[in-house]
């Protein structure tokens, strides 16, 4: 196959949703759609169980399974298919944000019954603001939930979608018969068993016909026919184009877990669904056609082994093919490194790769090389843009809780920050470190992670920030920035990068403080050029 061939096949995506939407019962069934696994359980056990929110060894656990979870691969009608695993915990959901920047589209599963739910919202924003091609998927039909057209109004007013529906729902819960396919023009019938799935497929290209009556009843006919009238008037057209630029949005009804609407799901996924897609640099558009490697780390996962402190970046290929044991260049630390053992991801397991394409997700071992967001090229020096950090909803001090310890925990702290586990402020004024979590959850998991894997203790302390915000003066030596970093001495700080940062305490400090000093820009992420 050619190059340009294996380019074009491959389809890197990711789902997401509100925990409990039905996002690992979707993945799995896809997954045995491609042959991928043989039965249905193997990727249950890649969720923090409920009720264990607290307890940091689940989150151990889950995190020693998550390797083999992270990239799914299996190939589907002569596609390559790589799904992300997206972590639905929202304590997690930076490591969500930054594995949407290595995805070229992503399914979105909502909860027939509960809409669209809060954590839903934050990831489709996500996806919005980088123009990433959306499919949502309605799941749990087989239960009593919203009409379908409040849904997709829901769907509208809150994600801000503009949606098309490409399948719809004859009937539901208790009532439900089946799904009209619009996509396919054919009508499927819902058996309620897991295990035959899809009792019937009827091609139906002309509802107006009689037969539909004899198929499905009188009363539901009319009501389908009322319905997809409606669909014609209300929604746009499908068109290929304007899903592909995120400006329109197709909706499919289903049920996974009865593995019902997924194959239709799929189908259109893989005949509509982008290759991956040219990516920005902070100097130019890199096309995944260019011969010349290129590609980015998204994700770092360090060992479960304390012993050995060697990690797993995951790196998403953007252009031309990478290599085995050839020498690619480290960006942000100028020197060139090889690859012995290039891991590729399947559904269960991970190999030894000697080529990968764009698109492809490359597991390297990494002895602490990688931050996430390294660039590596053949040489070109750029880097990628779109791993930005959002602003944490946790502040706390870390102290050192063991003076004898004192090296290892900077070096815990260095590496778990590279690894994107939280945010590391230090303090202009004192060289204290103030650490920053999107959730609770991680204050546990760094404590227990210092202990276990570098020997460090630490304590915490609350520090009262609401809101860490990104500076940017007009100009660097003005008076008006001069003056602001005077009066705001105590609150600022340098992130990981260096970046100067403002810790507001309150939404109406960072209105005064912009009123006040109108030429220093305040953001809420750390990318804003
Ligand atoms: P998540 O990854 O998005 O968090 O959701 P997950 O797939 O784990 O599904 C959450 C729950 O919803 C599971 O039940 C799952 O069986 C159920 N579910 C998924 N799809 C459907 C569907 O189409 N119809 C119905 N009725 N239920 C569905 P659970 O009881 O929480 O877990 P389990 O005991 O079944 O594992």
Same mark, same amino acid.
């Given at each position: 196959?050619?190059?340009?061939?294996?380019?074009?096949?491959?389809?890197?995506?990711?789902?997401?949703?509100?925990?409990?939407a039905?996002?690992?019962?979707?993945?799995?069934?896809?997954?045995?759609?491609?042959?991928?696994?043989?039965?249905?359980?193997?990727?249950?056990?890649?969720?923090?169980?409920?009720?264990? @929110?607290?307890?940091?060894?689940?989150?151990?656990?889950?995190?020693?399974?998550?390797?083999? @979870?992270?990239?799914?691969?299996?190939?589907?009608?002569?596609?390559k298919?790589?799904i992300?695993?997206?972590?639905?915990?929202?304590?997690?959901?930076?490591?969500?944000?930054?594995?949407?920047?290595?995805?070229?589209?992503?399914?979105?599963?909502?909860?027939v019954?509960?809409?669209?739910?809060?954590?839903?919202?934050?990831?489709?924003?996500?996806?919005?603001?980088?123009?990433?091609?959306?499919?949502?998927?309605?799941?749990?039909?087989?239960?009593?939930?919203?009409?379908?057209?409040d849904?997709?109004?829901?769907?509208?007013?809150?994600?801000?979608?503009?949606?098309?529906?490409?399948?719809?729902?004859?009937?539901?819960?208790?009532?439900?018969?089946?799904?009209?396919n619009?996509?396919?023009?054919?009508?499927?019938l819902?058996?309620?068993?897991?295990?035959?799935?899809?009792?019937? @497929?009827?091609?139906?290209?002309?509802?107006?016909?009689?037969?539909?009556?004899?198929?499905i009843?009188?009363?539901?006919?009319?009501?389908?026919?009322?319905?997809?009238?409606?669909?014609?008037?209300?929604?746009?057209?499908?068109?290929?184009?304007?899903?592909?630029?995120?400006?329109?949005?197709?909706?499919?009804?289903?049920s996974?877990?009865?593995?019902?609407?997924?194959?239709?799901?799929?189908?259109?996924?893989?005949?509509?669904?982008?290759?991956?897609?040219?990516?920005?640099?902070?100097?130019?558009?890199?096309?995944?056609?260019?011969?010349?490697?290129?590609?980015?780390?998204?994700?770092?996962?360090?060992?479960?082994?304390?012993?050995?402190?060697?990690?797993?970046?995951?790196?998403?290929?953007?252009?031309?093919t990478?290599?085995?044991?050839?020498?690619?260049?480290?960006?942000?630390?100028?020197?060139?490194?090889?690859?012995?053992?290039?891991?590729?991801?399947?559904?269960?397991?991970?190999?030894?790769?000697?080529?990968?394409?764009?698109?492809?997700?490359?597991?390297?071992?990494?002895?602490?090389?990688?931050k996430?967001?390294?660039?590596?090229?053949?040489?070109?020096?750029?880097?990628?843009?779109?791993?930005?950090?959002?602003?944490?909803?946790?502040?706390?001090?870390?102290?050192?809780?063991?003076?004898?310890?004192?090296?290892?925990?900077?070096?815990?702290?260095?590496?778990?920050?590279?690894?994107?586990?939280?945010?590391?402020?230090?303090?202009?004024?004192?060289?204290?470190?103030?650490?920053?979590?999107?959730?609770?959850?991680?204050?546990?998991?760094?404590?227990?992670?210092?202990?276990?894997?570098?020997?460090?203790?630490?304590?915490?302390?609350?520090?009262?920030?609401?809101?860490?915000?990104?500076?940017?003066?007009?100009?660097?030596?003005?008076?008006?920035?001069?003056?602001?970093?005077?009066?705001?001495?105590?609150?600022?700080?340098?992130?990981?990068?260096?970046?100067?940062?403002?810790?507001?305490?309150?939404?109406?400090?960072?209105?005064?403080?912009?009123?006040?000093?109108?030429?220093?820009?305040?953001?809420? @992420?750390?990318?804003?050029?």
């Open positions: 196959m050619s190059f340009l061939e294996e380019i074009q096949r491959r389809r890197t995506f990711g789902i997401i949703s509100h925990p409990d039905g996002k690992t019962t979707l993945t799995e069934k896809l997954l045995l759609f491609g042959g991928a696994i043989q039965e249905a359980g193997a990727v249950k056990n890649n969720k923090i169980k409920k009720g264990a @929110t607290s307890d940091f060894m689940e989150i151990e656990r889950q995190r020693g399974i998550s390797v083999s @979870t992270s990239v799914l691969a299996f190939n589907y009608k002569e596609k298919i790589n992300l695993d997206t972590p639905g915990h929202k304590d997690f959901a930076e490591d969500t944000f930054r594995t949407l920047t290595a995805v070229d589209s992503v399914i979105v599963v909502i909860d019954a509960k809409g669209v739910e809060e954590q839903t919202e934050k990831l489709v924003s996500v996806c919005r603001m980088r123009n990433i091609p959306i499919i949502v998927f309605i799941n749990k039909l087989d239960r009593e939930g919203k009409d379908a057209f849904l997709m109004d829901e769907v509208e007013q809150k994600l801000g979608l503009t949606v098309t529906p490409l399948s719809f729902p004859i009937g539901m819960g208790y009532d439900f018969q089946g799904i009209y619009l996509w396919e023009q054919n009508i499927n819902f058996s309620g068993d897991s295990r035959k799935n899809i009792e019937e @497929t009827i091609a139906f290209s002309d509802v107006q016909s009689p037969e539909l009556e004899q198929i009843g009188q009363k539901p006919a009319d009501k389908l026919r009322e319905e997809l009238e409606l669909i014609d008037e209300v929604y746009p057209k499908f068109n290929q184009q304007d899903y592909l630029d995120g400006k329109l949005q197709p909706v499919f009804f289903g996974a877990l009865n593995n019902f609407g997924v194959r239709e799901l799929l189908d259109c996924f893989v005949a509509i669904a982008p290759s991956p897609r040219p990516k920005d640099s902070e100097t130019r558009l890199v096309d995944p056609k260019e011969e010349k490697m290129s590609g980015f780390v998204f994700k770092i996962h360090a060992n479960m082994d304390p012993k050995h402190r060697d990690r797993l970046a995951f790196i998403k290929i953007v252009s031309g990478f290599e085995r044991n050839k020498p690619y260049f480290h960006v942000r630390q100028k020197k060139n490194l090889k690859f012995s053992s290039p891991n590729a991801f399947f559904a269960e397991k991970k190999e030894i790769v000697d080529v990968s394409y764009p698109g492809d997700i490359v597991g390297l071992h990494d002895t602490g090389n990688f996430i967001g390294d660039t590596l090229t053949e040489g070109e020096v750029m880097s990628f843009k779109g791993i930005p950090s959002f602003s944490p909803e946790h502040f706390r001090y870390i102290n050192n809780a063991d003076p004898l310890k004192a090296k290892q925990l900077d070096k815990g702290i260095d590496q778990l920050m590279d690894e994107g586990v939280a945010q590391l402020f230090t303090l202009e004024m004192n060289n204290r470190k103030v650490i920053g979590t999107v959730g609770a959850l991680q204050y546990e998991v760094i404590q227990y992670r210092l202990e276990h894997e570098y020997g460090a203790k630490c304590s915490y302390e609350n520090f009262p920030v609401h809101k860490a915000c990104w500076v940017k003066p007009d100009d660097a030596k003005s008076e008006e920035f001069k003056e602001f970093k005077r009066i705001k001495q105590k609150f600022l700080a340098h992130d990981k990068y260096g970046q100067l940062v403002f810790l507001a305490d309150s939404d109406f400090t960072i209105q005064m403080t912009q009123s006040k000093f109108p030429t220093v820009k305040l953001f809420f @992420t750390s990318e804003f050029d």
